[in-house]
């Protein structure tokens, strides 16, 4: 096995504070998002799991009308070392918010449900070169 090719990032309150993270634009707040990664292709497909994640949190809780003052998701995985095959990604969640713990577990719930990329990377897609 490989490493566990870790990524993090954060919005609002939760955004990274180490001078390495990269700052990038962010519809759903003013400050942006920060991106705390390795430039791999194992760490980019990770990112993009977290990054979708990270997103779909501030989505579906304006549909609940949840207040969100920040997010923090971190996903990491590792691949076999002779086919290269992913044994899988795993994300965690943090949230400031002042929604209930119940309110907050139904939110991820929702969002672990909806989210695309996590949801097209579970459902596998072939990738071709054209």
Do not use: K
Request: aromatic share 6%.
């Amino acid at each position: 096995m490989m490493d566990q090719f870790e990524v993090t990032v954060g919005a609002g309150s939760l955004r990274h504070t180490d001078p390495a993270a990269t700052a990038f634009p962010h519809r759903w707040t003013p400050e942006g998002v920060t991106v705390h990664t390795d430039f791999t292709g194992a760490h980019l497909l990770h990112l993009a799991a977290a990054g979708c994640v990270l997103n779909d949190v501030y989505r579906e809780a304006a549909a609940l009308s949840l207040p969100i003052e920040g997010v923090r998701v971190r996903a990491s995985g590792s691949f076999d070392t002779t086919t290269w095959a992913s044994t899988g990604i795993t994300y965690t969640v943090d949230l400031d918010s002042p929604a209930s713990p119940a309110e907050q577990a139904r939110l991820l719930d929702i969002v672990d449900d909806v989210a695309e990329i996590p949801r097209a990377i579970r459902a596998g897609a072939p990738v071709r070169r054209h």
